[in-house]
């Protein structure tokens, strides 16, 4: 029996985790979970699966919740974010979930993997702050399982491949909401608009990432770690159908593709389930998957990709102030501080202000992102091409 710990619970990938938890049935027992402030969420879903222990990250919704008492009894409660990562690392869990949005991420993933934890990530932001630190803990086969969709297929194409035979990978894009929308258009889009994706359903921050393809440019930077790839080698697609969901090129040329409906459950099934395979008692129709179609991603409209490329280029702590500076970004978006095009004009400002350092350890990181955080909320400097947020 795996017992799995799921960080994140109350959002869209917690919610697709514990869907097939339930799925999987004694195969797997949920022995904690966690949320940062939606602790009624958390209460009913403790009162489904009774974890041993439970986290939430914001301490004034903790004491909202009165503390322990909104908590089957039995259930330990921890608070804050030292919270959050000392249950990544409790008891006697095997797989820790980590569907935590934003840096926030990073701590739990490293927690977890310090103490021994297989990690199924699908908060990629966990590698794109921390991507080396993050590896170091990471090399042997199934420490870290990709949930991501993208980097999960890639992950089942590479399974027992000779890397040296590995041309390339190609990460596809949906392209988002405003894949066919003329630039002169897109400074004026709203969030409502931004959040209603073409064909998966997600949680609001990695929604406006694939509307403004930042969420792939993370994905290269993500895959860059995983698999240890150059750039060079990391390509992508705009598929506006989401059913190939990676590629795998060999040197000969020849191809290989991973297939299905955008459904995240499928690749957090096979996290889960790693190295085994489970019967999910039905077969894909392959005529209801439609055509299939391709197209190079548009770097005017969409500038986030290559702002992520230029971050991961120069390493160190350049990913985690590209990260930062979209995270304010996309927040200032969201509430309507800041049109369409200002989250590409903030990051690209950002960026461009920070000499990137190596990032030794976990306090390198958390100063670039504190820095960069500040840099984009504060006003445009002048002589850039940005706004600000404040
Ligand atoms: N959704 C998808 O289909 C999908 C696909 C691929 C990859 N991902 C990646 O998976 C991650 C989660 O995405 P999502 O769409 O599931 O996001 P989401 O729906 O917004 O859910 C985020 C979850 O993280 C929790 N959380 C946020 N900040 C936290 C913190 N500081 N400490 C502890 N918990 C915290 C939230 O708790 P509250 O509810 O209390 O706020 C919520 O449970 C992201 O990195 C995203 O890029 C998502």
């Known amino acids: 029996m795996t017992r799995l710990v799921v960080l994140g619970a109350t959002g869209s990938i917690g919610a697709s985790a514990l869907d097939v938890a339930a799925e999987l049935g004694d195969r797997l027992t949920v022995t904690g979970l966690a949320c940062r402030s939606d602790w009624q969420g958390l209460a009913e879903l403790a009162a489904r699966w009774r974890p041993a222990a439970v986290a939430i990250e914001d301490e004034a919704a903790w004491k909202a919740a009165g503390g322990a008492d909104a908590f089957p009894s039995g259930t330990e409660v921890l608070a804050g974010s030292s919270g959050v990562a000392e249950l990544a690392a409790h008891g006697d869990a095997d797989i820790v979930l980590n569907g935590i949005v934003g840096a926030a991420g990073l701590g739990p993933t490293l927690s977890a993997l310090e103490a021994g934890r297989r990690v199924a990530l699908a908060n990629k932001e966990s590698l794109v ?27 089942q194409l590479l399974e027992g491949r000779d890397r040296a035979r590995v041309a390339r990978v190609v990460l596809t894009a949906s392209g988002g909401p405003f894949r066919a929308t003329p630039r002169e258009r897109l400074a004026g889009v709203t969030p409502q608009e931004a959040l209603a994706h073409p064909t998966w359903s997600m949680g609001p921050k990695v929604t406006v990432d ?19 790839l150059d750039y060079d080698e990391i390509d992508v697609v705009i598929h506006p159908q989401s059913i190939v969901h990676g590629l795998v090129e060999l040197v000969d040329g020849t191809l290989f593709a991973e297939l299905g409906p955008p459904d995240m459950r499928a690749p957090i099934r096979a996290a889960l389930t790693w190295p085994d395979r489970v019967p999910v008692g039905r077969r894909t129709d392959l005529t209801a998957l439609g055509g299939l179609t391709f197209e190079r991603p548009d770097p005017h409209r969409f500038p986030m990709l290559a702002l992520a490329r230029e971050a991961g280029r120069a390493g160190g702590t350049a990913p985690a102030v590209f990260n930062a500076a979209n995270e304010v970004a996309v927040e200032a978006f969201l509430r309507g501080a800041i049109g369409f095009l200002d989250i590409p004009a903030i990051c690209d400002r950002v960026l461009a202000a920070h000499d990137a350092r190596p990032a030794r350890t976990v306090e390198d990181l958390l100063a670039a992102d504190a820095w960069a955080r500040a840099m984009a909320a504060g006003p445009a400097h002048s002589g850039t091409r940005a706004a600000g947020v404040g």
């Open 129 to 155: 702050v921390g991507g080396d630190l993050v590896m170091q803990h990471a090399r042997e086969p199934g420490r870290l399982l990709p949930v991501d969709s993208e980097h999960n297929a890639i992950w």
């Open 210 to 228: 694939s509307a403004t393809l930042a969420n792939k440019g993370l994905e290269v930077i993500e895959a860059h770690h995983l698999f240890g």
